[in-house]
């Protein structure tokens, strides 16, 4: 219970930077996570681990809110998601297994890696090139495949992946 207000507070300091900033959750979330779990004195072998997984479940609840909101606004388009979902599905499954078998430290440097990139992507506003036409199945599924696979080894949400694609 003595903890109970670090995580509260960090709850409201990561709304707040999602609402203000539009990053997710994870980018937030990891590193403060597994600086407080050290404090508690968790496993160190599982410390890493603990923290994503604990800010995936977190994500669940505002990718939801967030959804909701961004329906009520007319900005999801329905046909993508359908078409994209299987393949993230799938990815998050085969990305889990992944980090069962990863190192804490393996996936701490992966986790700062992508953070980095996504960094340098959103610096200098590396996208890729807009186009109307969207790929088919076969590019769809490919795409949610690695949306989820990387989304479950960083426990950061697809968006950072799915949005400039």
């Known amino acids: 219970m003595e903890w109970a207000f670090a995580y509260l ?3 409201a300091l990561v709304g707040l930077f ?3 900033f539009g990053i997710g959750g994870g980018t937030i979330l990891v590193p403060v ?4 779990f050290k404090m508690q004195h968790f496993p160190a072998p599982y410390v890493m ?3 994503l997984g604990t800010s995936m479940a977190t994500i669940l609840f ?4 967030s959804m909701r909101k961004h329906h009520q606004h007319g900005a999801v388009n329905w046909a993508v998601v ?3 979902t299987p393949g993230i599905l799938f990815g998050t499954a085969l990305g889990a297994l992944c ?3 990863v190192s804490p430290r393996g996936l701490g440097i992966f986790f700062a890696l992508f953070v980095y990139f996504a960094a340098i992507q959103i610096l200098f506003e590396l996208r890729p090139q807009a186009s109307r ?3 088919g199945m076969t590019g769809m599924t490919l795409t949610g495949m690695f949306t989820g696979w990387i989304s479950s080894l960083v426990s950061i949400g697809g968006g950072t992946v799915v949005v400039p694609f």
């Open 9 to 11: 507070a960090l709850g």
């Open 18 to 20: 999602s609402g203000m």
């Open 33 to 36: 996570l597994l600086m407080l």
């Open 49 to 51: 681990h603990l923290a």
């Open 62 to 65: 505002t990718s939801l809110a």
């Open 82 to 84: 359908r078409t994209i």
């Open 99 to 101: 980090a069962a078998f």
């Open 133 to 135: 036409q969207l790929p």
